[in-house]
């Protein structure tokens, strides 16, 4: 046999090669990649407009996405810092333990936090006589004297919710007896109290408060010029076998009573809004925007799932858009500035 001369060669292999080309082009190889190609141009146009509230998209993240979402928008609020200020130091008997904070206040009311302990269960550590009681409160109150807080500008504040508590009693019997006074305060006060720590006077016309607690949620808000405060049930209702859609139709019905010029924004504290605000805190910002109660959805535990059930409802009765958690502000700093 002959060898193929060169230019046979070329020949033999063109045509080889356009019958590959041929076979692709009508077995589905030409379609398949213009597809490909129609689908990545067209891949962002539908993800961008993919409405579906059950389906993750670009501008619906997953419910466990939410929560921590850079997107929450940021509150650009500087308060005024105290001149020539004094330590005064305050110590919340709560329902849960023992909350304190130290502020620097000046004559103006103008207060910026020093210092603060939460979560401190004092009433249930090692307390079973007064003088274990004794002990334990000389240590705490050691450590605020430390700081520099005045004896006499160390205050005690019952809670109302904790107020109901049996061994609050035991608690209040030797404060008194190491010269203290303890301060008993009702929900209503709380509310106003709570209003009076975390209401900016540039918001006192355009805002409302609320301060969800273990034993009750306190919301307030200042209508010509009066403080209005109004009491509903605290994270911890569940305790008491509560249904969730009674609690929120009760709060719903409070928070809709709320003016309408002054539900734009809402400030709200309180233990479940703290871990709310962990979620989406950017670095060490005092106010911090919450997401939407459905982003909360992974705080499983009894206590949490009950406070975003009052969250929810608040944010369904009033259509507040934006709910500012203040990281310095508790009602009985609300109290010291009061005195």
Not at 26 to 46: F, H, V
Not at 142 to 150: C, E, K, N, S
Request: charged residues 25%; hydrophobic residues 35%; proline residues 3%.
């Amino acid at each position: 046999m002959k060898r193929l001369t060169v230019a046979g060669r070329l020949i033999i292999t063109a045509i080889i090669l356009g019958a590959i080309f041929l076979g692709y082009k009508y077995l589905g190889g030409e379609k398949a990649l213009n597809q490909m190609s129609e689908d990545r141009a067209q891949s962002p146009q539908t993800e961008a407009s993919n409405t579906d509230p059950d389906l993750p998209s670009a501008e619906t993240p997953t419910e466990n996405s939410e929560a921590t979402s850079t997107e929450v928008s940021t509150f650009s609020y500087t308060p005024p810092a105290p001149v020539d200020g004094k330590l005064r130091g305050v110590v919340e008997l709560g329902a849960s333990g023992f909350n304190s904070f130290i502020i620097k206040v000046d004559k103006e009311k103008r207060w910026s936090l020093e210092k603060s302990e939460f979560g401190n269960s004092l009433v249930t550590e090692n307390m079973a006589t007064d003088e274990d009681v004794r002990i334990g409160l000389k240590k705490y109150i050691a450590g605020m004297l430390d700081y520099g807080v005045g004896s006499k500008d160390i205050h005690f504040v019952v809670s109302s919710g904790a107020a109901k508590a049996d061994v609050t009693v035991k608690i209040t019997r030797v404060l008194k007896s190491l010269g203290y006074v303890v301060n008993q305060v009702t929900a209503e006060q709380e509310g106003q109290l709570a209003l009076k720590s975390v209401l900016p006077t540039e918001y006192a016309g355009k805002a409302f408060v609320v301060d969800v607690g273990s034993g009750n949620t306190k919301i307030s808000w200042i209508e010509n010029g009066k403080v209005s405060a109004l009491e509903s049930y605290g994270a911890k209702y569940f305790q008491d076998g509560t249904d969730d859609s009674k609690v929120y139709q009760e709060v719903s019905a409070k928070a809709k009573q709320i003016p309408e010029d002054l539900r734009k924004t809402c400030f709200i504290i309180g233990g479940v809004p703290f871990e709310m605000a962990k979620e989406v805190r950017k670095g060490k910002e005092r106010y911090t925007t919450l997401s939407a109660p459905l982003a909360y959805s992974k705080l499983t535990n009894a206590k949490s799932k009950a406070g975003v059930n009052i969250y929810k409802a608040v944010t369904d009765a009033t259509g507040c858009q934006q709910f500012v958690f203040d990281w310095d502000a508790n009602f009985t700093i609300g109290f010291l500035l009061g005195l």
